[in-house]
């Protein structure tokens, strides 16, 4: 079995918001990846004493434990029970309710001798290869499909469009969020290969258009997750003037790749 993990921030300067983890069970039967993308925050705060790494890092610590020492439980529920978890590692003085707690996204795939379980919410995401080499993207549109004009202020978003009907959702501190996931489950002998992306190493692809989907788990099989997020970065910098054209708040962001062979 290969795997690769590969994060690395969009700034030295800051920490590194995104997670990522594999991990085994103790019967060596099966296999868990992780990758959380932690929410950047407004100025204006959060409500919260806590940093958004310090929360990635706990509710990653969370998916992964849960998700490796309970295999029999679905991802959904793993995911409820990591996000109360970490909602209790809060302390008094942090405002839970408010909309932009700490928060991210989630990509993870849990995989058994017989299924290869998935579950992805917000704009991280999970690429499926089978073994006839077929791709498939597994993804939570919710937030592309939100247009442009209306995330145009933090407060509008927070008020009408995350974590709200009709908007879209990332993991914070209301474990019932983990029902809005997009879930799945495949024959362990239909999946050969498997890729999680935070959405600063999927600009590969959505941002730069460098090849499809296909083209980007045949790009990291071949050359290693680490080349794909070392492109990025050079497009990145080739690019930094086009930012407002692009529709980028900032040149670079943090990168994540996690890639296993099944």
């Known amino acids: 079995m290969r795997t690769e993990l590969v994060t690395e921030p969009g700034d030295v300067q800051r920490p590194n918001e995104d997670f990522a983890s594999v991990a085994l069970p103790a019967s060596g039967r099966g296999g868990v990846l992780v990758v959380l993308d932690g929410v950047t925050p ?91 080499g077929v791709v498939t993207p597994v993804l939570d549109d919710r937030l592309a499909r939100i247009p442009r004009a209306a995330l145009a202020t933090d407060a509008l978003v927070d008020t009408h469009l995350r974590n709200k009907e009709g908007g879209f959702y990332t993991a914070a501190a209301d474990p019932s969020v983990a029902e809005r996931s997009v879930t799945g489950s495949l024959p362990r002998a239909e999946v050969r290969t498997l890729a999680a992306l935070t959405d600063g190493a999927a600009r590969w692809v959505e941002r730069f258009e460098e090849g499809t989907w296909t083209d980007c788990l045949t790009f990291v099989r071949q050359r290693s997750a680490q080349a794909l997020v070392d492109r990025v970065r050079e497009l990145e910098r080739e690019d930094a003037e086009a930012r407002v054209r692009l529709g980028r708040a900032k040149t670079h962001d943090d990168a994540t790749v996690v890639y296993a062979e099944l």
């Not at 209790?88 to 379980?117: K, N, Y």
């Open 42 to 132: 407004p100025r204006s705060g959060t409500g919260c004493l806590h940093s958004v790494h310090w929360f990635t890092a706990r509710l990653g610590g969370a998916l992964t434990e849960l998700a490796v020492s309970l295999m029999d439980v679905p991802l959904v529920e793993v995911l409820s029970g990591a996000i109360v978890r970490t909602a209790r590692s809060h302390g008094e003085g942090c405002d839970l309710s408010h909309p932009r707690t700490p928060q991210a996204t989630v990509a993870m795939a849990r995989w058994s001798p017989s299924a290869v379980e998935y579950l992805v919410l917000s704009d991280s995401m999970l690429l499926v290869e089978s073994p006839a």
